[in-house]
Nanobody
Framework: QVQLVESGGDLVHPGGSLRLSCETS????????IGWFRQVSGKEREGLAF??????????TYADSVKGRFIISRDKAKKMVYLQMNSLKPEDTATYYC???????????????????WGRGTQVTVSS
């Protein structure tokens, strides 16, 4: 059974850092693109970053809104994917989700429609 479970969300001050974790099970994490998304209530879900699902290719892609501040990484042995978030801003406040790409070997995308399995999310609040 495919499962993704996010953790690490918290209340943090502006300028602070946070690392989110995505624990995966039921599939080989290195064979699938894994994306991080966020959503604010009443707004569309936003794609933030993904790490490639093409075998040994660990290339990453970021949305302009987080480029240079967020880093996605993957630990295949631990079956974990992380999102390191630095220089956090109040507008980063949202529920954060990780998701698995729709097919093995698919490179990945920031578009949520191509992701078939999702975690339940973890709340990040950036406030002074």
């Amino acid at each position: 059974q495919v499962q993704l479970v996010e953790s690490g969300g918290d209340l943090v001050h502006p300028g602070g850092s946070l690392r989110l974790s995505c624990e995966t099970s039921g599939f080989t994490v290195g064979e699938y693109a894994i994306g991080w998304f966020r959503q604010v209530s009443g707004k569309e879900r936003e794609g933030l970053a993904f790490i490639s699902g093409r075998g040994r290719d660990d290339s990453t892609t970021y949305a302009d809104s987080v480029k240079g501040r967020f880093i996605i990484s993957r630990d295949k042995a631990k079956k974990m994917v992380y999102l390191q978030m630095n220089s956090l801003k109040p507008e980063d406040t949202a529920t954060y989700y990780c998701a698995r790409g729709w097919a093995r070997g698919w490179f990945g995308s920031l578009a949520e429609a191509r992701y078939g399995s999702w975690g339940r999310g973890t709340q990040v609040t950036v406030s002074s």
